[in-house]
Every structure is written in structure tokens, then in C-alpha cells.
């Protein structure tokens, strides 16, 4: 008789697609029941997309199946089950958003905005429902790269109501304000804007929250870290050694706040030319996979300097939704594949979702 021991270690041999890791190691296999008459595999996916989740179904009944004797396979996948609230002390989570991914980087100009705009796109694009905060008050850029000018309105009860563009749920400061004004505030009108935006915006249902930081350590990101319970961060950087001396900033928050560090986007990481296509290292490469292993944390990918990615946020429409075919809107959806994979690696369990 075939135990449900064996049927796991079979399992092991199961690679989530596109990486080296087996199913097991991620988390998605939730039971196993053997019968006389049949095997049944239970997972609990990390992903929507129904074309990856029929390779890993297909890759588990043909690698079970030939376990000597194996009865027919079949495979269930079911939704994550609710986890208990939790009871130590400490922020309290979105009602109705199951994960809070925080995007930042140690310094400006790496990027990070139009990475975090990308990222939230395409993890639209995998199925998911994505909502979009700019936490970046002093740069808020994410209403220029979405194309936004509308103001959001409020409800009765003075809830504000976000704007919607490509799917996902919008609030920054740049929709309030015009893009000539300023923004020279102290710390307590920061972290007052903030709780608004995480506390006061009708979210919804929603499975991710990508919160755009300011760049660095300072009011708004201390503000987010005692206002909600992170899933984990994404730290943006590029290949020069000044830019990765500060990811060790960035990675020293997340830990002194308990968020888990999901990995490490190097952006900007090599040139490709738009007459050619040759690549050009222009601030040297590797940096950020050398900083990852330093650390001991996962590398998410790395994105070219591009010229398409620049024109197609500053016209408005990122380039994940203006070219869903290009090859780095392809490079947006594998790290958004990545950060799924690993928010299903962790042990830190999903927020409650309410409907």
C-alpha cells in the first residue's frame, strides 16, 4: 500500500514552473489521500494563472503515477484556508487585503516607482485583484505613470474612494495636489496623510497592496510599519556599489520591523540599444544577485535600461499595460511570479480577507 509519505516524497520532484523549487519547499501541497481506489493531492496554490496551475497538476499525476502499483491520481487545488487573527500585539490588518507588499529603495533614483507600478500591473495581469498606494509623498509620481488627473471623491461617511486605471485601485497625494505645489511637511502631517490613505480609502476586497515608499528611512515608512502588518518588502536597486550600500538600509527596516524581505529587483541593470539591441553594462552588473547572496535573501530579476519602459510611463500607460508582449513586460510578470512564490514560501500567514 502506497503511504502518503511516499507520495510526498514524489512530490518532491515536482519543480514550480520557471523555478528550481520543488512544489513542497512553496508551500502548495495542503494533503494527500490514499485509497484503495485512488490518489488524491490537495494544493493550495500560490498563483491564479490557470495555464501554470495546469503544468504543476499535469507534472503531479504523471510523477505519482509511476510510484509502483499507484492507483489513479487525481488533483484538487483549493483556495488557502483563513488563518487564525492574530494574537500578539502589533498593527492591526486592511479588512478585505490579504497581502501588503511594501516597494522601496535606500535612495533615490533607482526607479522604484516604475517598478512598483509595473509590478502591481502584472500582478493584475496573473489574475489578482491589486490595489496601488503612493506612499512616496514628497515625489508622487504614480498618477503621472497612470496617466490619473481626476481628484477621488468621498463617500457619506467619508470614506475616499480610489480611482481605478488597468485594473487596480489608485490613491497618491499627487491626485490632491496640483503638480506645481510643494510638498514641505513635518512628520505629523505625514503620518496623519498616511493612516488616511491605508485606513480611510474604501480598499475592498483585494489580494495585494503595493505600497510605493519614499525613498530611504524616515516619517512614512515608521508611519506604514506601525499602521499595518507588512507581508514583506521589495527592495529596488542598481548594479553600482553606492546604490547596493544603501539596500543594506533597506534591508535593516524590514528586519527591525519583522517583515520579511521578499527579495531584490536590480533596475537599470544593463542597456539595451533601440537601434541594435546590443547590451551595454553601463553601471557595471551583478551587483544586486552578489547583495542578495550576501544576505542570504532571494533575487527577484533584474530590468534593463530600457528606452520603451521610460516613454511608456511618462505617457501614462506603464509599459506591462501599453505592450503586455514586450520582453520586459514579460520580465515585470516573472518577478511578480517570483514574490507570489515567495509570500507562499513564508512562514508568516496571510491577513484575513473579508468579503
Same mark, same amino acid.
Given at each position: ?242 546604490? +547596493?550600500?544603501?539596500?543594506?538600509? *533597506?534591508?535593516? /527596516?524590514?528586519? !527591525?520591523?519583522?517583515? %520579511?524581505? &521578499? =527579495?531584490? $529587483? ?15 553594462? +553601463?553601471?557595471?552588473?551583478?551587483? *544586486?544577485?552578489? /547583495?542578495?547572496? !550576501?544576505?542570504?535573501? %532571494?533575487? &527577484? =530579476?533584474? $530590468? ?52
Amino acid at each position: 500500500m502506497i503511504t502518503p509519505q511516499q507520495v510526498l516524497e514524489e512530490l518532491k520532484k515536482v519543480k514550480y514552473p520557471g523555478f528550481a523549487r520543488d512544489i513542497v519547499s512553496f508551500g502548495m501541497v495542503k494533503d494527500i489521500e490514499v485509497g484503495s481506489t485512488g490518489i488524491a493531492v490537495i494544493l493550495t496554490p500560490t498563483t491564479a494563472r490557470e495555464d501554470v496551475l495546469q503544468q504543476i497538476r499535469e507534472a503531479v499525476i504523471a510523477t505519482v503515477s509511476q510510484l509502483h502499483g499507484a492507483p489513479p491520481v487525481t488533483v484538487n487545488v483549493t483556495l488557502p484556508e483563513q488563518p487564525q487573527r492574530r494574537t500578539q500585539r502589533g498593527p492591526a490588518g486592511l479588512p478585505g487585503v490579504r497581502y501588503i507588499i511594501a516597494v522601496a529603495s535606500g535612495k533615490g533614483g533607482v526607479g522604484k516607482s516604475t517598478v512598483a507600478a509595473n509590478l502591481a500591473l502584472a500582478l493584475s495581469g496573473l489574475g489578482h485583484r491589486v490595489g496601488l498606494l503612493d506612499a512616496d509623498v514628497y515625489g508622487p509620481s504614480i498618477p503621472l505613470m497612470l496617466g490619473l488627473t481626476e481628484r477621488p471623491q468621498s463617500t457619506d461617511d467619508k470614506q475616499i474612494i480610489p480611482l481605478e486605471r488597468f485594473g487596480l485601485k489608485v490613491i497618491s497625494l499627487g491626485l490632491f495636489i496640483d503638480d506645481e505645489t510643494p510638498v514641505i511637511w513635518r512628520g505629523p502631517m505625514i503620518n496623519k496623510l498616511l493612516t488616511q490613505f491605508l485606513r480611510e480609502v474604501q480598499w475592498g476586497a483585494l489580494d495585494y497592496l503595493v505600497l510605493d515608499l519614499p525613498p530611504g528611512t524616515g516619517d512614512a515608512q515608521l508611519t506604514i510599519t506601525q499602521q499595518v502588518p507588512l507581508t514583506g518588502g521589495v527592495i529596488v536597486t542598481t548594479p553600482q556599489d553606492v546604490a +547596493l550600500l544603501d539596500v543594506k538600509r *533597506g534591508i535593516t /527596516m524590514f528586519q !527591525q520591523v519583522s517583515a %520579511p524581505v &521578499l =527579495g531584490v $529587483i536590480e533596475n537599470m541593470s544593463y542597456h539595451v540599444c533601440s537601434g541594435c539591441g546590443d547590451r551595454a553594462e +553601463l553601471f557595471g552588473h551583478g551587483g *544586486g544577485a552578489a /547583495m542578495a547572496r !550576501q544576505f542570504n535573501i %532571494p533575487f &527577484l =530579476g533584474e $530590468i534593463p535600461l530600457v528606452r520603451d519602459i521610460r516613454e511608456a510611463g511618462d505617457t501614462g500607460t506603464p509599459i506591462v499595460a501599453a505592450h503586455p508582449e514586450h520582453p520586459q513586460s514579460h520580465a515585470f510578470r516573472a518577478i511578480a511570479e517570483r514574490i507570489i512564490a515567495e509570500i507562499g514560501a513564508q512562514p508568516v500567514q496571510a491577513l484575513p480577507t473579508i468579503h
